[in-house]
Nanobody
Framework: QVQLVESGGGLVQAGGSLRLSCAAS????????MGWFRQAPGKEREFVAA????????YYADSVKGRFTISRDNAKNTVYLQMNSLKPEDTAVYYC?????????????????WGQGTQVTVSS
């Protein structure tokens, strides 16, 4: 199994940037497609971005496309989410997740391992 720990959240002003990191333990990080999800108070968890095992394929929610970038460094067992041009509606707890599926997916049910989440707050 793999354990995931997010970091890098915080409070920023609208228009600012943050980079989230997700550190994975275990010996098979390279075999997992990775995704980022977020959940705002009173709302359901929503898909943000996903990346394939090698990093060759990326998939973004329409709400963040062009502003967020997902990347990974398999040698460091880490996946990143670079968030630019942040908006107040981006405020949420952000979770990273891993999937053994070969194809990247926005379906949370296909992600088997989850981190504890990191809070991102964007002020206007």
């Amino acid at each position: 199994q793999v354990q995931l720990v997010e970091s890098g959240g915080g409070l920023v002003q609208a228009g600012g940037s943050l980079r989230l990191s997700c550190a994975a333990s275990g010996r098979t990080f390279y075999s997992y497609a990775m995704g980022w999800f977020r959940q705002a108070p009173g709302k359901e968890r929503e898909f943000v971005a996903a990346i394939s095992r090698t990093g060759s394929r990326r998939y973004y929610a329409d709400s963040v496309k062009g502003r967020f970038t997902i990347s990974r460094d398999n040698a460091k067992n880490t996946v990143y989410l670079q968030m630019n041009s942040l908006k107040p509606e981006d405020t949420a707890v952000y979770y990273c997740a891993g999937s053994t599926s070969y194809s990247i997916t926005s379906n949370a049910d296909e992600y088997h391992y989850w981190g504890q989440g990191t809070q991102v707050t964007v002020s206007s």
